[in-house]
């Protein structure tokens, strides 16, 4: 499975792409960081940042794309164009049929380091590790869509076989209570 792991922001939109292999095997395919100017106007920015991810889309040809999920910031401003640059991610992603997964930070930091609790400088010494880069993915937005992508692909089996499980949960206890149900009525009518 190729991820596209985008670490959405404004003023650096984070980058990466990761084929995953058997077991828990990964490798980089691409890394990179798309740079806006907080002089330019909204529109222009999330334009700009559209035009490099439908790109990488078409080039990289993901299966899934994996976007860290805005959930608080101190800054308001900073979390909506966060939020805003996840959202043209996504659409791009959907025009192309593509699943498009959010995922929390202390999910990504968990599923690589071990804990959710990481720093920044920890995650992309695991990344550099885990994807035998010769250097340091830098920024750490660089980093941090290289750990969405990895996130993704050690969680998405996991997350498959969990929701395959409620379905058949469900359809066992469908079955159960149309079981009940039916021995009632025989209940009823033997009286």
Request: glycine content about 8%.
């Amino acid at each position: 499975m190729r991820v596209l792991g985008v670490d959405p922001g404004l003023t650096r939109c984070g980058l990466g792409v990761v084929d995953g292999g058997v077991g828990r095997a990964v490798s980089c395919v691409a890394v990179d960081v798309v740079r806006t100017s907080p002089e330019m106007d909204l529109s222009a920015r999330l334009l700009a940042v559209a035009d490099v991810v439908e790109r990488w889309v078409v080039e990289h040809r993901p299966d899934v794309v994996a976007v860290e999920r805005v959930f608080s910031q101190h800054n308001v401003r900073t979390a909506m164009g966060t939020a805003q640059v996840g959202g043209v991610v996504a659409l791009i992603a959907a025009r192309r049929g593509l699943t498009v997964t959010f995922h929390t930070p202390s999910e990504v930091k968990a599923a690589v380091t071990g804990s959710g609790r990481a720093g920044k400088e920890q995650v992309t010494t695991m990344i550099t590790r885990l994807l035998a880069l010769p250097a340091k993915p830098r920024p750490a937005d660089a980093a941090d869509a290289l750990a969405l992508a990895i996130c993704h692909l050690w969680r998405a089996p996991m997350t498959q076989r969990l929701a395959q499980a409620r379905v058949e949960s469900a359809r066992l206890a469908q079955v159960h209570r149309a079981k009940l149900a039916a021995a009632a009525r025989q209940a009823g009518a033997a009286r």
